[in-house]
């Protein structure tokens, strides 16, 4: 079974004031196969608060090895 890891960057907003930054963070996490990338970000950092952004490397499509 496939175990893929994400790598991406949290970045925390103002509510109020969504130009301001208040933090930003890169991070990596290990998912199930069977887990949607961006539906566990939203449950850990819903916006308007928080922007989840994958690397871009993490986009690319998985070449045949």
């Known amino acids: 079974m496939c175990v893929p890891?994400?790598?991406f960057t949290v970045?925390?907003?103002d509510p109020r004031r969504p130009w301001?930054?208040?933090s930003s963070e890169h991070?990596?996490?290990t998912l199930e196969g069977d887990t949607s990338f961006f539906a566990w970000a939203a449950e850990h950092w819903p916006a308007p608060r928080w922007r989840v952004e994958l690397d871009p490397w993490q986009?690319?499509?998985?070449?045949p090895r």
């Open 11 to 13: 970045t925390e907003h």
């Open 20 to 22: 301001i930054v208040l």
């Open 27 to 29: 991070r990596t996490v």
């Open 59 to 63: 986009l690319a499509p998985a070449w």
């Open 5 to 7: 890891d994400y790598s």
